[in-house]
């Protein structure tokens, strides 16, 4: 009998330890939930083909040329409907302000309950959107690729990965955690073929080798 309920208890724990596993599993942050899902990668890589392979320049480049944050809706500018769309249980003030909330950083796997603790990064920096043909856009369209809801060019991520992010290209940062790697090169690719943007020769073939393994 002693035997008989020991195995009973041992069965009972494992059983309870599973559970315990797929209920993590279940509520683990999905690595494209704070970002219209871009491309798959196998047309991201043909859309990479296509793009034209081109020298930056930066000369002349500000970035007031590109206004941010506008409004979308009522009170509302884009950061804050950004911060809205990528957190989970979001409160919003009357000057559509998140004074509440829960924000998971896909960049490096940190959560923040404070929305001070994030900023709102251009997956493609507005600099390197310079340098790769938005010179030579019109204010408006600089402006709705600043505040572009649509593609997957806006996400909400730690403030600091953001700054020491900069604006660099994949040929010279990567987001830490590696999971969502193939997701941030799948929406580059996507961000810069809709708006007709060059790539260098050292970008594209960073993105060449962090797409073939997607």
């Known amino acids: 009998m002693t035997r008989f309920y020991a195995r009973r208890r041992l069965s009972i724990v494992a059983a309870f330890s599973a559970l315990i596993a797929s209920v ?5 942050p999905s690595a494209s939930a704070a970002l219209p899902t871009p491309v798959s990668a196998a047309t991201a890589r043909t859309y990479l083909a296509s793009l034209t392979v081109a020298a930056e320049d930066r000369t002349g480049y500000d970035r007031d040329l590109f206004p941010h944050w506008i409004t979308q809706s ?13 957190g989970t249980n979001v409160v919003q003030d009357s000057a559509c302000a998140a004074v509440s909330g829960s924000w998971y950083s896909p960049y490096d796997g940190a959560t923040w309950t404070a929305a001070s603790d994030l900023d709102i990064d251009h997956l493609v920096p507005l600099a390197e959107a310079w340098d790769s043909g938005a010179d030579s856009w019109t204010t408006s369209r600089r402006q709705a690729f600043a505040n572009d809801l649509t593609r997957p060019q806006l996400i909400a991520v730690t403030d ?4 020491a992010k900069g604006d660099q290209d994949p040929a010279t940062w990567m987001p830490s955690r590696t999971a969502y790697r193939c997701t941030y090169v799948r929406a580059w690719v996507q961000v810069k073929y809709y708006y007709g943007l060059s ?16």
């Open 24 to 28: 993590a599993l279940f509520n683990a």
């Open 74 to 86: 009522g009170a509302c500018n884009t950061r804050e409907v950004v911060l809205k769309r990528d």
């Open 160 to 163: 600091n990965v953001n700054q």
């Open 199 to 214: 790539v260098d020769s050292a970008e594209k073939s960073a993105l060449q080798n962090h797409l073939a393994s997607c």
